[in-house]
């Protein structure tokens, strides 16, 4: 099984940045992707990012793109997510997931991510 560990959140104010971290453990090399998921009070949880073991990235929203930023290092097995020019609407609990064994594409499925770390408060003051 897969273990997942997520830090890096905090409180920063509007415009500032956060990177937060994911570090996988058990039979990572069974998911082929690792990714992130936001969910604030009252909302569904919602796809951020991710990235395959091969190194092809994914984003939830083109206003995403540019202010986040998800790598990779090592072999497999630990994520970051890169933070920038936050603004209170990124206010959320960011939770790393990874896919099972039997996906082996890019998805946004939040039933195809199976294993899930804790979750990491990101809140972002005005």
């Known amino acids: 099984q897969v273990q997942l560990v997520d830090s890096g959140g905090g409180l920063v104010q509007t415009g500032g940045s956060l990177k937060l971290s994911c570090i996988a453990s058990?039979?990572?090399?069974?998911?082929?992707?690792l990714g992130w998921f936001r969910q604030a009070p009252g909302k569904e949880r919602e796809f951020v990012a991710a990235?395959?073991?091969?190194?092809?990235?994914?984003y939830g929203e083109e206003n995403m793109k540019g202010r986040f930023l998800i790598s990779k290092e090592g072999t497999w097995g630990t994520v970051y997510l890169q933070m920038n020019k936050l603004n209170p609407e990124d206010t959320a609990v960011y939770y790393c997931?990874?896919?099972?064994?039997?996906?082996?594409?890019?998805?946004?499925?939040?039933?195809?991510?199976?294993?899930w770390g804790q979750g990491t408060q990101v809140t972002v003051s005005s």
């Open positions: 997931a990874a896919t099972g064994t039997g996906t082996m594409g890019m998805t946004i499925d939040l039933r195809r991510y199976v294993y």
């Open positions: 058990g039979s990572i090399f069974d998911s082929y992707l």
């Open positions: 990235i395959s073991r091969g190194g092809t990235t994914m």
